[in-house]
């Protein structure tokens, strides 16, 4: 796309998230649920350009997106076809945006694809968040996160939880209880800043290398938990690891946290073992080696995606583990990440 003339341009960004003790009992078969997530940077970052007369074809359709990741870039004319960036698209489709106007929108975030940390849901979130400004009226981060969650379950016909899309509105360390699927109240944890910042030095990101990948074992999970009078026991003491991780960091007990996140990642291997990988036992065996004191397979589980690692307070044994995870596999690296105190912020600029 060349340049235009004066045009308005929309920022947005929004958070991905890690360390989501709870996962799995904010879906439609759970019925009920509490989930403690942490929103961190990178963020997602969405650029929307503005023009009523734009300097590309519109015959091919008046908004233009560049998914920058992909190295993608087309043109589409809004509608109920979703071709090459289903979310995108569908994205776009459900908002009212105005008929007399064009749109260049820019779509980026660091994170890995697949990575398992909610980046789809933060781009979402950012994007409608940014058309939200184009729009008669203001959505709420809250309503925003629930047509981030509708342009998944409504416009594509997706199984979805609805914790991504909150944390990502919302940011910060949330507390979401789900009382009836998919209405939830949401608290972000206020806690000192000697807390949050320990808490920040000590969480890492580790990606394991590939996009995750497990469609077949969540299938046969989500099958056994959707039957008419399924047990559904297992999901609580995903629940209980939610709950409990709260009272830990508000207590300021980061060991108490870690067996939290221990908990919550054996009762993720109960649902089904494969959810927790090779790869994943064989860097969580490496941390606990280096002096850790939590693990969570981040997301739903399985393989490639990524782990949330507790280091203990050692800072040294903390950067022996870094240095030494290559050493497991070349592919797996830290995704640097810092603890986002805002979820969805947006704003307009004038070029």
């Known amino acids: 796309m060349g340049e235009m003339g004066k045009r308005r341009v929309i920022n947005a960004v929004a958070p991905i998230r890690i360390c989501d003790l709870g996962g799995w009992t904010d879906t439609w078969f759970a019925e009920?649920?509490?989930v403690l997530n942490v929103g961190v940077y990178p963020y997602a970052e969405v650029q929307i350009y503005v023009s009523e007369k734009p300097d590309w074809d519109t015959r091919l359709g008046r908004v233009a997106i560049y998914a920058e990741n992909f190295e993608d870039r087309y043109q589409i004319e809004p509608g109920p076809i979703y071709d090459r960036h289903p979310l995108l698209e569908a994205s776009i489709d459900i908002m009212d945006l105005p008929a007399n106007l064009a749109f260049e929108?820019?779509?980026?975030?660091?994170a890995p694809a697949g990575c398992s940390t909610g980046t789809s849901a933060a781009v979402t979130v950012a994007l409608l968040g940014a058309l939200d400004l184009l729009t008669p009226g203001r959505r709420t981060p809250h309503e925003i996160a629930a047509l981030a969650h509708r342009v998944e379950t409504d416009k594509l016909g997706l199984q979805c939880g609805i914790q991504d899309q909150l944390c990502s509105a919302y940011g910060?360390?949330?507390?979401?209880?789900m009382f009836q699927y998919p209405y939830a109240s949401v608290s972000q944890l206020a806690l000192p800043n000697d807390v949050w910042w320990?808490?920040?030095r000590r969480l890492l990101l580790v990606y394991l290398g590939k996009t995750h990948s497990s469609s077949d074992v969540h299938r046969q999970v989500i099958d056994r938990l959707d039957r008419?009078?399924?047990?559904?026991?297992?999901l609580e003491p995903l629940r209980v690891a939610a709950r409990?991780?709260?009272?830990?960091?508000?207590?300021?007990?980061?060991?108490?946290?870690?067996?939290?996140?221990i908990e919550n990642t054996e009762a993720q291997a109960a649902l089904h073992p494969a959810l927790v990988s090779n790869a994943a036992e064989a860097v969580i065996a490496?941390?606990?080696?280096h002096g850790a004191i939590?693990?969570?397979?981040?997301?739903?589980?399985?393989?490639?995606?990524?782990l949330s690692i507790l280091c203990g307070p050692e800072g040294e044994r903390k950067r022996a583990f870094v240095n030494a995870l290559p050493s497991l596999d070349p592919a797996f690296r830290v995704i640097p990440t810092y603890l986002s105190r805002m979820g969805l912020r947006r704003w307009e600029v004038g070029l």
């Open 32 to 34: 009920t649920g509490a």
């Open 105 to 110: 929108v820019n779509l980026f975030s660091s």
């Open 172 to 177: 910060g360390i949330c507390f979401i209880e």
């Open 198 to 200: 320990e808490l920040e």
């Open 228 to 234: 008419k009078d399924a047990d559904k026991s297992a």
């Open 244 to 261: 409990r991780g709260k009272e830990a960091l508000y207590e300021n007990d980061l060991r108490a946290f870690g067996r939290c996140m």
């Open 286 to 289: 490496l941390a606990r080696e």
């Open 294 to 306: 939590g693990w969570k397979v981040n997301g739903a589980g399985g393989e490639g995606g990524s």
